[in-house]
Structure formats: structure tokens, C-alpha cells
């Protein structure tokens, strides 16, 4: 499903050229969460990158489209959902589905000062929109603050993994035996609660202590309202 473009009028220093089309606007803020979990091992060298996808929401009786953004090192997986809006849009046309669109993730590890989204083009250029807000004012800035290349290349027609499928469809209740994680892990992923949610409240969900926990937080998207951020993580097994 193709949806459209933001309307946005921002003056761009450069024009891409035509042949280089937009894939996708995305919250900047996440494309800096999910960059932080991505991998490093030259052996795993596609989970160096953040997948980007367009997806389903469904509610109930209610559904409509979305962007995924995921990424992973293969200990732990950062999943976010954010509903299609006049701001946020996926033009799944450019790109196979099915392998995802694909960005590095080493050059957005680094967050741009009051970013508002993030202009994905095909060739992985990234161009951050935004500006600080005005006091008392609900309009968001879209100023052009600066840009970079996150090209993917050569993964880009290689196929990622499917991250939903990880994702267990319900979880245990009750009195379950003590689970273990690697406190790196869990460190990282409460420095991105602790800067993109509004409450900095953090909630488990687990099964087993063999199988991963994931978890979750809400972030404020303007434009959307309340969205949930997810990091699964395996645990870590305890012996003796």
C-alpha cells in the first residue's frame, strides 16, 4: 500500500535527482532508537543496518497502514510501530517488502538536536527536518537541519530477517522462576526510555526463562499520539 507524501514545504539545499525517490518520513527520535540496537559483528554484517517496512495495524475491528522500524544484533530486537499520518508515510512501491528498505545504522547513532523526522530516500541519503519548537506555539518546525548518507549497500536487495515472527502472540501469567539479562543490554535500552518516553516507565512481558522477554515503553508522536516501543532481549540462562 503506497500512502502520501508529508505536506511539507522545506527548502532543501540540494534537489535529489529525480531518479532518487522518497521511500519513507519517519520520526527522527526513532530512527536514533532503533540505530542503537543494531549490530556491530563483521560477521552479521546486515544487522548493522535498520530495516524499515510497511506494515498493518490492526485493532480489533480497525486496521490501517504503518511503518516498522526494527533493528537487531541478534541478542536483542528493537521494534517500532508508528501509524501512517499526514507526517509519516511509506511509499512501498520503491522498495521489496519483503527484504525491507534498508539504512545503516552506525552514522544515526548520533542524535540531531531537535529533529522532528527523518526524509528516507532510495539511494539512503537521510535529510532531518525540524527546528525547536516555539514556546505556547503547537505548530513543529520543519526546517531543513542537516543530512547524511546511510547507504546500505551491498544489503540492499538482501532479504531481513522477519522480526515480527519473534515477537510471541501472548504472554504467561503468574508465579514464573527467575529470568536473567545481560545488563548492558538492559542498560541501553533504559537510556532510550529514559529519553523518548514521557513517563519513563518501563513494563516486562515474559513466558519462560529460556524465551525472550520483551520490553516496552510509550512515546508521545506528535501527529500520531501515544505509540509503543518494544525491545526484545534474550535472556541470559542462569546455571547452579
Not at 23 to 31: I, T
Not at 32 to 49: H, T
Not at 65 to 77: E, F, M, W, Y
Not at 100 to 128: D, W
Request: aromatic share 8%; proline share 8%; hydrophobic share 40%.
Amino acid at each position: 500500500m503506497t500512502t502520501t507524501t508529508a505536506p511539507l514545504n522545506v527548502t532543501m539545499p540540494d534537489h535529489p535527482p529525480v531518479h532518487d525517490p522518497i521511500v519513507a518520513h519517519v520520526p527522527a527520535q526513532l530512527l536514533w532508537a532503533a540505530a542503537q540496537f543494531a549490530g556491530n559483528d563483521p560477521c552479521k554484517e546486515l544487522l548493522s543496518n535498520v530495516c524499515i517496512r510497511h506494515s498493518i495495524i490492526r485493532e480489533g475491528e480497525h486496521q490501517g497502514p504503518a511503518i516498522t522500524i526494527a533493528a537487531t544484533d541478534g541478542h536483542r530486537l528493537f521494534r517500532a510501530i508508528v501509524p501512517c499520518s499526514d507526517w509519516f508515510t511509506i511509499n512501498s512501491e520503491t522498495f521489496d517488502n519483503d527484504d525491507g528498505f534498508k539504512v545503516a545504522a552506525k552514522p544515526l547513532k548520533k542524535a540531531v538536536t531537535h529533529a522532528q523526522y527523518a526524509r528516507l530516500r532510495k539511494s539512503g541519503s537521510v535529510t532531518f527536518v525540524g527546528g525547536k519548537k516555539r514556546k505556547g506555539s503547537e505548530a513543529v518546525p520543519s526546517e531543513f537541519l542537516s543530512s547524511l548518507n546511510a547507504s546500505a549497500h551491498p544489503w540492499d536487495s538482501t532479504r531481513y530477517p522477519n522480526i515480527d515472527q519473534l515477537f510471541p502472540d501472548h504472554f504467561g501469567q503468574g508465579t514464573e522462576p527467575d529470568i536473567a539479562f545481560n545488563a548492558r543490554y538492559l542498560a541501553e535500552w533504559c537510556k532510550v526510555v529514559e529519553k523518548l518516553s514521557t513517563s519513563g516507565v518501563v513494563r516486562m512481558k515474559r513466558n519462560h526463562p529460556t524465551t525472550p522477554a520483551v520490553f516496552e515503553c510509550d512515546f508521545d508522536l506528535f501527529s500520531v499520539g501515544v505509540i509503543k516501543l518494544e525491545c526484545l532481549i534474550m535472556p541470559v540462562q542462569l546455571r547452579g
